[in-house]
């Protein structure tokens, strides 16, 4: 009988190791040339600056309260001025390859979103936002693991719910399936033609015993999987995405979407997002960071095409900053924040969510940009209008969902 060592030897996947039953990986297979509604999470770790990412270059306090750090007004005198968006929104210059998308429409904002919860932790509202509850340290999965469950989808695949990154994340852990990896390339079969040929003949004479005739289809999985090797794979329409790893990562999932294995949710992150000291305006560790956030959403959207008709890409950070610059040029913990949202059912070119203003009296506790859209409102319109999950009490325990407050970026 073929054991697990002779599977692994020369293969570097075996499903059986990951958890999944035989007849899953059957279906893998037969997913190909499907075509699936896709949801990707874009995490940025640290608490990003959505005042100075859209930048409300229509409210005089925002100048008031950044004397060194604001973002200029489109059209000044001064370089680096924000782009504008609608008159009153604009964002920052480093952005600049997000503009097509903004101007095609299929690229939204959500201001001023977050969660009503008062932490100003890290790790709190990191987990709080993954988890999908607010407020509650017990919860055990991730809202969406909860969301691939309420699916109850009966033709998903070993791919169907994906993390690029070396863990598996908050938000995918749970009781569905789900897969982490660092690359792709990790689910091909190494050692060239022989050897993949050699192995593959070695497997076949025992792999029936043990797996009923779906070993076979194991090999036609990963042989998919394997012609979108990083190494051979070439980004469609001149797309460019950066070496970061963020920017990789987003390749990667362009290359789980073109291989059309039975994606169906991907995660990655952006990470370095916490600027106390020095966050700089329209140069600086703000802008640095936002030049490699803009440039891999602009290339993920640029190499996927008309295939961008199937997919959703969400951005979020756990809180944004204080409205007030600190007296290190820098901006400390704080509340609501901007939310981007790309893709070919996005009703782009607009600003959603209602903006509270920034005077002291507006503000959050007298600091912060005050939440006026729950961001579980965000997400239950993906999963309702998206991905087509009916039963939100499941997803969403404890917060009644209603249409009436979705923010309105997708078709009906």
């Known amino acids: 009988m073929i054991s697990r060592r002779v599977f692994l030897r020369n293969g570097s996947l075996a499903f059986l190791s990951l958890g999944f039953a035989p007849g899953l990986v059957a279906r893998t297979a037969a997913a190909g040339g499907s075509r699936r509604k896709v949801f990707v999470a874009v995490f940025q770790r640290g608490a990003a600056d959505g005042l100075n990412i859209v930048v409300p270059f229509g409210e005089r306090e925002y100048y008031a309260a950044r004397p060194t750090i604001a973002i200029q007004p489109p059209g000044g005198a001064r370089e680096g001025g924000a782009l504008d968006l609608d008159g009153f929104f604009g964002l920052h210059p480093k952005l600049a390859p997000l503009a097509p998308l903004w101007q095609n429409r299929s690229l939204a904002i959500v201001h001023a979103c977050g969660s009503h919860d008062l932490t100003r932790s890290h790790f709190d509202a990191q987990d709080y ?34 993390a690029l990154g070396s863990a598996l994340p908050r938000t995918l852990q749970g ?51 394997d012609a979108a090797s990083p ?66 959403l602009a290339a993920f959207a640029i190499d996927l095409g008309s295939r961008m008709q199937d997919v959703v890409l969400l951005t979020m950070s756990e809180f944004g900053r204080a409205v007030a610059e600190n007296g290190n040029h820098g901006t400390d913990h704080g509340h609501a924040n901007a939310m981007f949202v790309l893709g ?29 859209t729950d961001f579980r409102d965000v997400f239950a319109e993906i999963a309702v209008r998206h991905l087509g999950v009916s039963d939100l ?17 997708l078709a009906a």
């Open 129 to 162: 936002m993954e988890s999908g509850t607010p407020g509650v340290k017990s919860t055990t999965d991730g809202w969406l693991n909860r969301v691939l469950k309420a699916e109850r989808k009966e033709d998903v695949t070993p791919f169907r719910a994906v």
């Open 175 to 225: 009781t569905a399936p789900a897969l982490a990896m660092t690359d792709v390339s990790r689910f091909g079969l190494k050692g060239g033609a022989t050897a993949k040929a050699s192995f593959e003949a070695e497997y076949a004479a025992a792999a029936d015993q043990v797996l009923q005739r779906t070993g076979h289809d194991a090999f036609d999985a990963i042989r998919q999987l």
């Open 231 to 296: 190494s051979r794979y070439a980004p469609e329409n001149g797309a460019v995405y950066p070496r970061s790893p963020y920017g990789q990562a987003l390749k990667q999932i362009a290359q789980l979407v073109k291989a059309e294995v039975g994606l169906e949710v991907a995660f990655t992150e952006s990470t370095q997002w916490d600027h106390h000291f020095n966050e700089g305006a329209a140069s600086g560790q703000l802008a640095n960071r936002l030049e490699d956030f803009s440039q891999g």
């Open 344 to 372: 070919g059912p996005v009703k782009g070119g607009k600003v959603y969510g209602t903006w509270p203003g920034l005077a002291v009296s507006q503000r959050h506790e007298g600091r912060d940009l005050a939440v006026t």
């Open 393 to 409: 009490p499941a997803v969403f325990p404890g917060f009644p969902v209603s249409a009436a407050r979705f923010p309105g970026f």
